[in-house]
Every structure is written in structure tokens, then in C-alpha cells.
């Protein structure tokens, strides 16, 4: 029979395992219920699929995401082992030959959503399968403590139900010590053995950096990198704008984000795999899954919403153990954008009644009636309708759903996308012919760059909003823009993939408008409250710049004795030797510049100073509490008039 190291080295070529692999695969075979806390990048994956392996029957790995799934499968595939990811892609048809083929096909792991096992098919399935290990990965979902809570997460348990021999692991890289606890308690494991493995990695160096010009500093750093980076922004048009800026400063960029189509993500994914382009400036839905060990620097230019999100994106840094790089580039700036961004998007009790209201309002549903009816739904388009706020009604409708008020498929994120397939020179010749449709092309054009070259992304809803034109004194809607857009498809002027951002919606219990907000008033409070305290703790420890890094993230996740890393900004300006600071040198420099100019930023005095950044600041701190510099509106240092 074979073990496990025999496996490791057959199929993954590696030596040997990384502590505690080992341990946790041998808790396993032994039939231990088994909870791992694993850095991002520590093989959380293998501490499930070789223990599989070893035994008889299917592991059944319940996973949040789709990308995370098949790209855990199309891995499994290649090395000959044979794997399956139960997905919207599988109709009832297709998802009954599936199990056939799991149930006599020799198939060792089975790869689902929680949302998908909760549908009774799918369970009378898995009732017909041998079952030797449940694998739960990214377990922190399962908390309302945890910074990704989704609800299907809490009946996961019924797969012990179904099997009960079966034992379960439960994996995670970021959840504090009451996280891990409410991951016991959710599943109902007993005689549960856990592990952790230390935050501390020795090869990354963890860099807070407060500057004025994030653009600038993000391109200084990246030409000192040599090999991939990940940078992370806060939205779309952020990743867009950056990785434009860092292409024409001659950095090979390319973007990501949640509104890309499957083919664009596809190739921008490859080719920053590839290192055509190794930058790759994204959103946080860049990440899950992704397997590249030499990547050399994480830079986020946003304020991340929770430490849990920020020690995941730095982990995927240095994976093969060489030495990379995280840096946070943050300003006062920077910090009030996030925590605007924040207060935009909680949405208290009586804003969610509000809410309420009008979406029963909407479907015409009275008091006391319930609406047994799947619905089409459209975010965009009902808070345009009713004046609604589209990021405080997203958080609205989260919490509906949370509380199983509501149930609502997840379609927000997709987008229709066009490219025009003509020349300039046709187009305007189109236009003069067609003058009804001369003012949506001119919209086209003016909102959304590069439908020449490639795909893009639009929004139907919000091209309406933008037509001044009436018809018979009704204003157009988001029907009529695609009516237009088919006709320019028919006509070959543009290439049109229409996504409907309709989601099916039902309404799960009657409607009772002050008995439900009544109800749930308290739960809203509470998970507000987890929102804002999360973000205040990233905030806190950017800020902190006294106590090591590692120590900081150790102590936040319940690890008593961190460590001090010697590598981060705060040991590396600890260690520095003590130079007393001559402020009126650097006073009687500073002033000298004036001379010639009028005005100059920070920024723009600490270059042409040869004294540290820290002293200069200081120093321009006290020359404005002496009055002999000012800053103007546009943030810039000028001497008073007195001087």
C-alpha cells in the first residue's frame, strides 16, 4: 500500500511535506475530525486530497467559488487523478450522468458550492455514493464573526447526516481564535483536532508606507521588483487607470476585476501567468486559486476591509519560500476614501425597512400576503427606480437574504460588452444615415474607451439615464437601449453580447413590513457593527507603526507569542541607528527653496533635500506652527506673507 510520502513525491514531485501537512494528514487517516488555520500558500489542499487518496470512496470538498474549484480540478485532472466540479454549467441531465460516472467511474473527489448541496437532488445523490471525507475549505464562511460569511455555510452539516462515518476537515487561512471556535460549533464536530501553523513568514517583508503621491511611489517601487506582482485597488476604473498609468511609464501591466467577461479575465490571467505582462493591478476578485509561487510583491493602493482579506493577498507573495515583498501605500487620503466607502454602504434597520417596502411595493405584494412566485429582479434598475442608493441597497439586500427573507441568485456582477467592428470613418457615415441612433454611439464612445480594440463592458441602465431624447414624453429605459443595440448588431456596426443582469428572486416569507425588520433590527446592528470594527482594525494597524508587523497580524488572530520579524518597516527603523535630527539645518534648506519657487509639495522638498523623509516632515510641521509656511487649497507648502 501506499503512503503518503509516496504520493506527495508522485504526483506533486515534492520531497517532502511542509509542517504540519504531515500531521494533519496523519489526524485524518486516524479518523479525526480535523480543523486547520493555514497561512495562504501553507498546501491547505493537499492536507485533503492525499488522505483521500489513501482511503476507499469519493471526498466530497465543498468550496465557495467556482474559479477555486475548477482550477483545483483541472490540477487534479492533469496529474491523471480524477476529479469533478458540480456547476451551473450542469443542467439535471448532465448533473445525473455526472454522479454515474462519480459512483462507478473510480472518481476520488467531488467539488461543490454549499448553495448547490442544498438542493434535495443533489443530496438524494450523495446519499448514493461511498463517502470517506468531508473537506470544507475557506471554513471561516460558515462564521458571522468571519469577514466572508455566506448562509449555505451553515448546513453544511447535513452531509453528516447523510454519511455520518464520514470525517470532516475544515480548512482556513484567516480566522480569529472566536472564528475557529464558531467553525466547531457550526459543523457539530466532535473530538476535533486543530492546527495552526504561525502567521510569521520569514521571507516576506511587510512595508506600511505613508505617502502623498501613491502613483508615483507605486511606479518607484515596482521598477525595483524584479519578477510578478499583484497590485491591489479598491474598483474597477482604479485597476483600469493604474495599470494604463504603469504601461506608459513603462511597466508591463494588465488588469482584472469582477466585470470582466470569462474571455477577457482568461487572457489577462494568462498573460500575467505567463509574465508577458507580470504586473497585474486588481480588485480583490482577483486571487482565490490563483497557483504562482514566484510572485515577488503584493502593493495595495486601497485600504483593504478587514485584516482577514490583507493577510490573504500579501500570502500569495513568496510562495516559493524566496524573498518578496508586501507594501501598503496609504495616505490621509486613502484612509478617508475607505472609511466614506464604508459608512456609503451600512445600511441600518430603518434604511433596510425602507428598503423592504419598496421591493414588496414593487411586485405589487400587500400586508399579510406571501408571494410564492420567482421573480426577475434587477438591482440597478430598482434603486433607479426608486431613489435608492445602489451600495446601501446591495448591503439591504444581503442582509434579506442573510435572514432568509429573501432568496436572490448572484447575477450583479455581469455585464453586457460591445465592440464596435467598423472603421471611424464608416461610423460617422452610419450616423449621418441614422440619426436616431447618432446620440447612443456618441454616448458609446464618450463612457467607454476601446470598443475599437477590444470587448467592453457597458451598462444598458445607465446609457438610458444618459439619453436626452423622449418618446411621446416618456423617457427611454433600459428596454429601448437594448433595442438599439441589437438593431447596430443586425446592422454590423458593433458586435453586441447582451447579459441579462437579472436575478431570479423569491420572496420566502409573507409580507409583514414592521414584524420582519422588527425581527432582524438587532442582527443588522450587530453585523454593522463587525463591518465597521474589522475596518477600524486595518486602519489601527497601518497606523501603528511602534509595534512589529508580524506581531500585530499574531495578536489579531489569537497567536500569543508572535514573534518580532526584523524585516517589516517598523523593526527595520527600530534597528536603525538614532541620528539627532538638526532642525534648523534642515529649516534654513527648506526655506533656501523658496527663492526660486513659489510653491512645492512635500513631496517635491524631501527630493531635492539629502535628510531623511521623516525629519524633513517634521520640520515642515514646525515651520507652519511658527508661521513661516502655509499650505494653500492645493496642498502645497508657500511662505507666509509676513516672511
Not at 1 to 29: C, G, N, T
Not at 65 to 83: C, F, P, R, S
Not at 119 to 147: N, R, T
Not at 290 to 300: F, G
Request: charged share 25%; aromatic share 10%; hydrophobic share 35%.
Amino acid at each position: 500500500m501506499k503512503s503518503s510520502i509516496d504520493l506527495l513525491q508522485k504526483y506533486w514531485k515534492h520531497p517532502d511535506f511542509r509542517e504540519p501537512q504531515k500531521e494533519i494528514i496523519d489526524a485524518v487517516l486516524n479518523n479525526s475530525n480535523v480543523l486547520a488555520l493555514l497561512p495562504t500558500g501553507a498546501g491547505k489542499s493537499l492536507c485533503f486530497q492525499i488522505p483521500a487518496l489513501l482511503q476507499p470512496g469519493v471526498c466530497i470538498v465543498i468550496s465557495p467559488l467556482i474559479a477555486l474549484m475548477e482550477d483545483q480540478v483541472e490540477n487534479l485532472q492533469k496529474k491523471g487523478i480524477k476529479a469533478i466540479a458540480l456547476t451551473s454549467k450542469y443542467n439535471r441531465e448532465k448533473t445525473v450522468q455526472a454522479f454515474d460516472n462519480i459512483q462507478y467511474g473510480n472518481y476520488k473527489f467531488l467539488y461543490l458550492s454549499p448553495e448547490k448541496l442544498q438542493s434535495d437532488f443533489i443530496q438524494e445523490k450523495i446519499k448514493q455514493l461511498q463517502v470517506s471525507l468531508i473537506a470544507v475549505d475557506e471554513a471561516h464562511c460558515i462564521s458571522q464573526w468571519g469577514h466572508d460569511f455566506r448562509p449555505a455555510y451553515l448546513k453544511i452539516h447535513i452531509l453528516k447526516e447523510i454519511h455520518p462515518k464520514a470525517n470532516i476537515i475544515a480548512l482556513t487561512a484567516s480566522a480569529t481564535s472566536l472564528v475557529l471556535d464558531d467553525i466547531i460549533e457550526q459543523l457539530q464536530l466532535k473530538k476535533v483536532q486543530t492546527f495552526r501553523k504561525p502567521l510569521l513568514r520569514k521571507n516576506l517583508e511587510i512595508q506600511i508606507i505613508s505617502t502623498e503621491n501613491i502613483y508615483e511611489k507605486l511606479n518607484n517601487s515596482l521598477k525595483q521588483i524584479n519578477g510578478s506582482s499583484i497590485v491591489y485597488t479598491g474598483t474597477r476604473k482604479n485597476c483600469i487607470q493604474i495599470s494604463n498609468y504603469l504601461n506608459r511609464q513603462g511597466l508591463k501591466s494588465t488588469y482584472y476585476h469582477g466585470g470582466l467577461s470569462y474571455d477577457q479575465k482568461m487572457k489577462h490571467h494568462t498573460a500575467w501567468m505567463e509574465e508577458t505582462t507580470p504586473i497585474i493591478v486588481a480588485t480583490n476578485a482577483f486571487g482565490m486559486g490563483i497557483d504562482k509561487a514566484n510572485v515577488r510583491a503584493i502593493i495595495h493602493t486601497n485600504i483593504p476591509n478587514s485584516i482577514e482579506n490583507y493577510t490573504q493577498e500579501i500570502g500569495r507573495a513568496g510562495r516559493d519560500g524566496l524573498n518578496s515583498v508586501s507594501k501598503l501605500l496609504f495616505n490621509n487620503g486613502t484612509i478617508a476614501d475607505s472609511q466614506n466607502y464604508l459608512y456609503k454602504s451600512i445600511a441600518d434597520p430603518k434604511f433596510c425597512k425602507e428598503v423592504y417596502i419598496k421591493l414588496n411595493e414593487n411586485y405589487q405584494i400587500g400586508n399579510g400576503e406571501f408571494f410564492e412566485k420567482k421573480v426577475l429582479f434587477n438591482l440597478q434598475d430598482f434603486c433607479t427606480k426608486y431613489n435608492l442608493p445602489i451600495l446601501k441597497t446591495f448591503s439591504a439586500m444581503h442582509f434579506f437574504e442573510l435572514e432568509s427573507i429573501i432568496e436572490v441568485n448572484q447575477n450583479y456582477g455581469k455585464k453586457s460588452s460591445l465592440k464596435i467592428i467598423v472603421s471611424n470613418n464608416y461610423l460617422f457615415e452610419y450616423e449621418k444615415r441614422n440619426p436616431k441612433l447618432e446620440e447612443l454611439l456618441k454616448i458609446i464612445l464618450r463612457n467607454y474607451g476601446g470598443t475599437f480594440d477590444q470587448f467592453i463592458p457597458i451598462n444598458e441602465s445607465s446609457i438610458a439615464n444618459k439619453l436626452t431624447i423622449n418618446i411621446q414624453n416618456i423617457k427611454p429605459d433600459k428596454r429601448y437601449v437594448i433595442a438599439l443595440l441589437k438593431q447596430l448588431h443586425y446592422d454590423k456596426i458593433i458586435y453586441y453580447k447582451v447579459v441579462s443582469n437579472d436575478a431570479d428572486l423569491q420572496f420566502l416569507v409573507p409580507r409583514e413590513d414592521n414584524y420582519v425588520i422588527h425581527h432582524i433590527s438587532k442582527n443588522i446592528d450587530f453585523r454593522n457593527k463587525i463591518k465597521i470594527d474589522k475596518a477600524q482594525k486595518v486602519i489601527n494597524f497601518i497606523q501603528n507603526d511602534t509595534v512589529c508587523r508580524n506581531i500585530q497580524l499574531s495578536h489579531y488572530f489569537g497567536e500569543k507569542n508572535g514573534i518580532k520579524c526584523g524585516i517589516c518597516d517598523v523593526c527595520i527603523a527600530e534597528n536603525k541607528p538614532k541620528i539627532k535630527t538638526d532642525f534648523e539645518s534642515i529649516s534654513k534648506e527648506i526655506t533656501s527653496l523658496f527663492i526660486e519657487k513659489e510653491q512645492l509639495s512635500a513631496n517635491e522638498i524631501i527630493k531635492q533635500l539629502l535628510f531623511d523623509k521623516n525629519s524633513i516632515i517634521k520640520t515642515l510641521q514646525l515651520l507652519i506652527e511658527k508661521n513661516t509656511l502655509r499650505l494653500t487649497s492645493q496642498n502645497k507648502f508657500e511662505k507666509t506673507k509676513n516672511e
